[in-house]
């Protein structure tokens, strides 16, 4: 059965600093890994989504690589913004299989 | 606009009253799932539907009944809701292809007491 771990469980960091937030998943058939932001009491959104035949994925400040051989993704936040301050989850295929997240705080 | 839309947004009930919450989605997806989020225990899968007529149960199916009669629709039932069910539940979409991203609903916050 497919877990899925994120590390660390919380991270607060000053505002401008590179982060890696850590996906770990243990069935490495996969179709896909998809990355989402949650706002407190608010429902997710979707941040970047890596397909099985690519290593990364970008998006703005944000890039995401998967390493399907080693079970790993990592989220790369570059130059991070208070407005960043949220849980980002990350996720199996298919059935979706989440991870516990990651609560970010950035500060000023 | 593509969206996942979810009614209520906020309940409160009590323990033993039936409930409905509906899901629909304007995309033409033909799979559909259930989360519920609950402290500590992140997002789990209630039920999913592959199309119309099909479902099938997830991590968490007890307590809960869904149906899919339209496409476009998802609707998930308490028929005897208990006060361990209170949690924030969310609706989600995709084509059917696993290479697909999957679309979120906003959420339902339920409290049962």
């Known amino acids: 059965k497919q877990e899925v771990t994120q590390i660390p469980a919380a991270l607060s960091v000053p505002e401008g600093e590179n982060l890696v937030l850590n996906c770990s998943f243990t069935d490495s058939a996969i179709y896909n890994l998809q990355w989402f932001r949650q706002d407190p009491g608010k429902g997710l959104t979707s941040l970047l989504l890596i397909q099985s035949s690519q290593r990364e994925q970008t998006s703005g400040r944000l890039n995401a690589s998967l390493d399907k051989s080693s079970g790993r993704s990592t989220l790369y936040i570059a130059a991070s913004q208070p407005g960043d301050s949220a849980t980002y989850l990350c996720?199996?295929?298919?059935?979706?299989?989440f991870g516990a997240g990651t609560r970010l705080a950035v500060h000023p | 606009e593509a969206q996942v839309t979810q009614n209520p947004r906020y309940l409160i009930t009590v323990t033993g009253k039936k409930l409905t919450v509906t899901c629909s989605q304007n995309m033409n997806h033909e799979y559909m799932s259930w989360y519920r989020q609950d402290p500590g225990l992140g997002l789990r899968q209630i039920y999913y539907?592959?199309?119309?007529?099909?479902?099938d149960k997830g991590d968490v199916p007890e307590g809960y009944k869904v149906s899919r009669k339209e496409k476009r629709n998802f609707p998930l039932i308490l028929e005897s809701p208990s006060p361990n069910q209170t949690s924030l539940y969310f609706c989600a979409s995709r084509p059917m292809s696993s290479y697909n991203e999957q679309f979120f609903g906003p959420g339902t916050r339920l409290t049962v007491l």
């Open positions: 996720a199996g295929p298919n059935k979706l299989i």
């Open positions: 539907s592959m199309n119309v007529e099909v479902t």
